[in-house]
């Protein structure tokens, strides 16, 4: 089965730290691009960032970059979101997703808040 | 970047009836390389979103074939036939044209009336 499953989401103090994890399986994951979606309670989708297949190239929305970091292992099938210096609207459900949007994970929860 | 805008944001649906819904683009999502990468994304109560429809009119595996997208350029429409039961959640369109960044439409809450 296709399948993106992430981790690691939790309750953080703002300013602290937090790096989320999205392992795959059922399909070749070094073949594809990655993404992150996250979604406020109660609000849309929201594009985060991207890694290439190989990880040669990444992109972030204005929101997050210098804050949050995208990588990936291929050998691991695991692409991975560290994110810093987090704010009270970092606070989200975290989607990864496969390029194409075609599969996505369940989801990690990210709450930032004192 | 591409601002999506979708129309109606809430949709009240009588069971068997048609439903339409609406996107916008701030420009033309047809790419170099002659395709428009426009997507269709259902998210149901308490679920992540599935993918229906991409490039505008394809079905994604599994969609029931009451689901059907269409437009150009700019505008463009998703259409469920006759709405079920099972059809009642959020609705969103996506740009994957003009990245980054990916952007998606406010999203449409279908409801059963």
């Known amino acids: 089965e296709v399948q993106l499953v992430e981790s690691g989401g939790g309750l953080v103090q703002p300013g602290g730290s937090l790096r989320l994890s999205c392992a795959a399986s059922g399909f070749t994951f070094s073949s594809f691009n990655i993404l992150w979606v996250r979604q406020a309670p109660g609000k849309g989708l929201v594009w985060v960032s991207r890694i290439d297949s190989d990880g040669s190239s990444t992109y972030y929305a204005d929101s997050v970059k210098g804050r949050f970091t995208i990588s990936r292992d291929n050998a691991k099938n695991t692409m991975y979101l560290q994110m810093n210096s987090l704010r009270a609207e970092d606070t989200a459900m975290y989607y990864c997703?496969?390029?194409?949007?075609?599969?996505w994970g369940q989801g990690t929860m990210v709450t930032v808040s004192s | 970047d591409v601002v999506m805008t979708q129309s109606p944001l809430s949709l009240p649906v009588t069971l068997g009836q048609p439903a339409s819904i609406s996107c916008r683009s701030s420009?033309?999502?047809?790419?170099?390389?002659?395709?428009?990468?426009l997507n269709w994304f259902q998210q149901r109560p308490g679920q992540s979103p599935r993918r229906l429809i991409y490039r505008v009119s394809n079905r994604d595996s599994g969609v029931p074939d009451r689901f059907s997208g269409s437009g150009s350029g700019t505008d463009f429409t998703l259409k469920i036939s006759r709405v079920e039961a099972e059809d009642v959640g959020i609705y969103y369109c996506m740009q994957g044209t003009h990245w980054p960044p990916w952007t998606f439409g406010q999203g449409t809450k279908v409801e059963i009336k």
């Open positions: 997703i496969r390029g194409g949007f075609d599969i």
């Open positions: 420009q033309s999502l047809v790419s170099g390389d002659g395709n428009t990468y």
